[in-house]
């Protein structure tokens, strides 16, 4: 994430956050959070009148170039975090929110801050599949009234961009499926952003005794002992309405641009050893799953950065898009 105010948080959009804290209370500190693209991050330490401190976190939209959709981001997060406030699921609470900027000198939203990090090594990857699948089973069981809007779909045939090196005969063919008509489903609440870059994970050190089991172990139905557990699930502006093989698809293939096209096609049958449901054909399954995937290959050069940031140096552009290429093909893999 690039840091658009070195010095701090805007004046402007600091009194509009003293006007939502509580009598006596002020702004102590404040810190950069990276991993975002479009957005501002801060994490605010509030001092309180009995000399304790409490933490919020300010998301400001400050890239140009989506200043014409800050106002629906913002206000669906709104009403997203109004509606996980009274459900199990692990997510901020909403303090406040300016969609237009119009105290701000951005858009912003004001939230509580949760403990834990985002988990992107691959050292107990599997235990943290079955955390992940668990996780999202939860949200799409959530039923709010009203409804969220329904999802859109951007990508098109047209807007796919092909990685260089890649098989033209194995993309034109992925390029098809996405032609078809989106099959019939029935909906469900949507985060439509879940994957492991915003889930916050309460994990122990890395170590021996820390190892994942192989992946035939943990992806039965069973409780597994654990000391990692998710403590948050954060960025709520794309919430919606549709198919569970959005998010499924969304979240497999960032395991398989993390880690390897195969935890790409794991994921799904975790999700559904966790209880999920995803549509009842092969066929239906896969035009999702590749969906999602033509959906990535537009913004690759963008993908790898909040990574790169976080210290897999390694997810260059050129590994990303290789990475991507990988999956697609074992997407279209007839045994895959």
């Not at 403590?231 to 390897?260: E, I, Q, Y």
Request: glycine share 8%.
């Amino acid at each position: 994430m690039t840091t658009h105010d070195d010095a701090g948080v805007p004046p402007s959009t600091r009194a509009w956050v003293r006007r939502h804290l509580a009598a006596g209370e002020r702004i102590v500190g404040t810190e950069v959070l990276h991993g975002g693209i479009t957005a501002d991050m801060r994490r605010l330490t509030i001092g309180t009148r009995s000399r304790h401190t409490r933490d919020l976190v300010l998301r400001s939209v400050v890239d140009p170039r989506a200043a014409d959709r800050a106002e629906d981001w913002l206000t669906r997060e709104a009403a997203a975090l109004s509606v996980l406030a009274g459900s199990d699921v692990p997510a901020p609470e909403l303090v406040a929110v300016d969609p237009t900027a119009a105290h701000c000198a951005h858009p912003s939203l004001l939230m509580t801050w949760l403990p834990g990090r985002p988990v992107l090594d691959g050292e107990g990857l599997a235990e943290r599949v079955g955390l992940l699948a668990r996780q999202l089973v939860a949200i799409h069981a959530l039923r709010p009234t009203p409804r969220p809007r329904a999802y859109v779909a951007l990508t098109t045939a047209d807007t796919v961009v092909v990685p260089d090196g890649a098989d033209p005969a194995v993309w034109a063919a992925a390029i098809e499926i996405i032609r078809r008509p989106a099959p019939r489903c029935e909906g469900r609440f949507l985060h439509r952003d879940f994957q492991p870059g915003n889930v916050l994970f309460d994990a122990p050190p890395a170590g021996p005794i820390d190892r994942a089991p192989e992946w035939p172990d943990h992806a039965r139905n069973e409780a597994v002992p654990t000391r990692t557990r998710i403590t948050g699930v954060v960025d709520w502006a794309g919430a919606c309405w549709g198919p569970t093989d959005l998010d499924v698809a969304h979240c497999s293939t960032n395991l398989a641009l993390l880690h390897g096209p195969e935890w790409g096609l794991r994921f799904p049958a975790a999700y559904q050893q966790a209880g999920g449901e995803l549509a009842a054909t092969v066929r239906d399954r896969r035009y999702w799953a590749v969906r999602d995937a033509m959906a990535c290959s537009e913004g690759v050069t963008l993908i790898g950065a909040p990574w790169r940031q976080a210290g897999r140096t390694e997810l260059t552009t050129s590994a990303v898009q290789q990475r991507l290429d990988a999956y697609v093909t074992a997407l279209l893999n007839p045994s895959g």
